[in-house]
């Protein structure tokens, strides 16, 4: 089994685009992961049944029983997070300043201060139009944990993957290069880079691939709308070159993407064929380079 | 005022419209833009001005002290993020992990956990007459964007009168990043596409602006794909429209070579200038 990440830095390129008709060429043989978790749109595509569905609690936050607290202040003077208001004769916590880390718990004489878990979301296994499985998930509003709940979309979608002795796991990844992103390479067995011929798109890149190379994960290059400056697609190509990124492929620059977008439909389903010529030739790639 | 431009869906075009809004506006006014997308900051390639100072920023993390310690093992019991762990002889740091709390140093019995700074990104001014230009860029392998965002911000309010307008570039997302770009802003412009992405990730976005309680409106760009959807949503929750930026390829091929779009496409040019316009009329901007 090979767990196959697509991630670009830059947001925008075409990662849930390509990964959506990844998955429908891989058909019942791959598990499906969203790890983009706090903007996840791979289901638009995909149409997930939501068949199972379960509340994801992580991190915690400080309450204070007013019944309880003697308004020593002690709370107030080691947070360092400006979590903690006095307003008129009581201690408040200003729950979007929490950051949960409980020292205002530990050092209250009165035990008046409880840490709290959060709901900070919820997770799905779906049935999507292929048949396979995809593990999928809701960040709550304005939650943190992010990177926690990509790991446990992912422990999620392996457990499947394992027990159905399915091939692939393909894992759709946030931008970035924080914490949902460190958490969608750990365990990864292949890295697709999705990006696009811009400055900011090959600056994002190469800043994502630094963290792909910490990982020590072998990577490979998709080139989306290559003809928009062909100057830096041969620039992109080169770099692939010199840190041995495998060169994939390359997509012109074609509005059938947001079309078939449009109709709910991946790229493979929709359009002429010639750009699904192209993803089935990448496919067939990557099939035959994490072999 | 502080504005901050925001998106649920990555690559909609916070940048574009950040930096073709606070160039055009530093043509009559000062102006302060900071890129707080921290992990992959690129403003600075439409902004081209000069360096006045770089600035490195640090966090503070324990650092275990051996010959102080006596194994008690408080400091893993206190960290609710799990960057402290005791071995059988040894305490583990993960400085990654680390939110700064200070509660095992603190509450080391032996203080075998003194707080030592730690470098996580660092923060660069630039200055093109009228327009400040802060960019905050976190280095690789740091996974926390939130407290190299807040000094950021800070920085700028530090290094600037309070009366100059603000225009932040927000990180994508909903998440915690977004909201520390988002919290201390007087009004969010949210930038959107008119594709499904772009509509589902817009909802999910304005869920984030009415917890917040804050005062907002929408941009579509690449206005002309996709289909109605976004400006029917608007409609029916009587969300501003602020402006609609037109889709050209010529302006993805400017885009790719770092020009500023308002300097090379007089439409994207009109476009920004109608949003000026309209940000004055609901009185966002004096």
């Not at chain 1, 149409?47 to 002690?74: H, M, N, V, W």
């Not at chain 1, 190379?213 to 010199?242: M, T, V, W």
């Not at chain 2, 102006?31 to 600035?55: M, R, T, Y």
Request: net charge neutral.
């Amino acid at each position: 089994m090979k767990e196959i990440v697509i991630i670009s830095g830059k947001g925008g390129t075409g990662k849930t685009s390509i990964t959506a008709a990844f998955a429908m060429l891989a058909g019942k043989n791959a598990v499906i992961a969203d790890c983009d978790v706090d903007a996840a749109d791979m289901h638009l595509l995909l149409q997930p049944d939501f068949a199972r569905s379960e509340d994801f609690y992580s991190g915690y936050k400080a309450e204070i029983d007013q019944a309880l607290c003697t308004k020593c202040g002690k709370c107030k003077q080691v947070c360092r997070f400006d979590a903690v208001q006095k307003i008129n004769d009581s201690y408040n916590i200003i729950n979007l300043n929490c950051e949960g880390c409980g020292y205002c718990a530990e050092v209250c004489p009165a035990k008046a201060i409880q840490m709290v878990e959060q709901n900070v979301g919820k997770w799905y296994i779906s049935k999507i139009k292929t048949d396979a499985q995809m593990v999928h998930a809701k960040l709550g509003i304005g939650a943190d944990n992010s990177g926690k709940l990509v790991a446990k979309v992912k422990k999620e979608a392996k457990n499947i993957a394992q027990e159905s002795t399915k091939d692939f796991i393909l894992v759709d990844g946030s931008p970035g290069i924080g914490c949902p992103v460190v958490s969608s390479l750990s365990g990864a067995d292949y890295v697709i880079l999705v990006t696009e011929p811009t400055l900011s798109g090959f600056h994002d890149m190469k800043r994502v691939f630094e963290l792909v190379q910490n990982f020590h994960l072998p990577a490979g290059c998709i080139i989306n709308k290559y003809d928009i400056n062909k100057n830096i697609s041969k620039k992109i190509k080169s770099f692939c070159r010199e840190n041995s990124i495998d060169h994939i492929s390359e997509f012109p620059y074609d509005e059938t993407f947001t079309k078939a977008m449009t109709q709910g439909k991946t790229i493979v389903e929709f359009g002429d064929g010639k750009l699904k010529n192209i993803l089935v030739d990448s496919w067939e790639k990557i099939r035959l380079l994490t072999d | 005022m502080k504005i901050t431009i925001a998106s649920g869906k990555g690559g909609t075009g916070k940048t574009t419209l950040a930096t073709n809004l606070a160039y055009l506006l530093s043509q009559k006014s000062p102006v302060i833009l900071a890129d707080l997308d921290v992990e992959e900051p690129n403003s600075g390639f439409f902004i081209k001005g000069k360096k006045i100072q770089e600035k490195k920023v640090f966090k503070m993390i324990p650092e275990w002290d051996k010959e102080k310690c006596v194994l008690c093992g408080n400091c893993q019991r206190v960290c609710k993020f799990n960057a402290v762990i005791k071995l059988r002889e040894e305490i583990l740091v993960f400085n990654q992990l680390c939110h700064s709390c200070f509660a095992c140093s603190e509450l080391c019995p032996q203080n075998a956990l003194p707080m030592k700074s730690y470098e996580v990104g660092k923060i660069t001014e630039f200055e093109q007459n009228n327009l400040h230009f802060v960019e905050g860029k976190l280095n690789v392998g740091e996974e926390q964007a939130v407290p190299l965002i807040k000094e950021t911000i800070d920085f700028a309010n530090q290094n600037y009168s309070s009366d100059i307008l603000r225009i932040f570039d927000a990180p994508p997302g909903t998440s915690c990043p977004v909201i520390e770009a988002t919290k201390d802003a007087d009004y969010i412009i949210l930038i959107t596409e008119p594709t499904p992405f772009g509509l589902h990730d817009l909802k999910l976005a304005v869920e984030v602006m009415i917890e917040l309680k804050k005062d907002f409106g929408v941009v579509i760009n690449r206005f002309g794909i996709g289909n109605n959807d976004v400006i029917k949503y608007c409609e029916d929750e009587n969300i501003f429209l602020i402006g609609k930026i037109p889709n050209m390829k010529k302006a993805a091929e400017a885009y790719a070579k770092g020009e500023l779009l308002s300097e090379s496409i007089p439409e994207i040019k009109s476009a920004i200038l109608n949003i000026i316009k309209n940000l004055k009329l609901c009185e966002v901007l004096a």
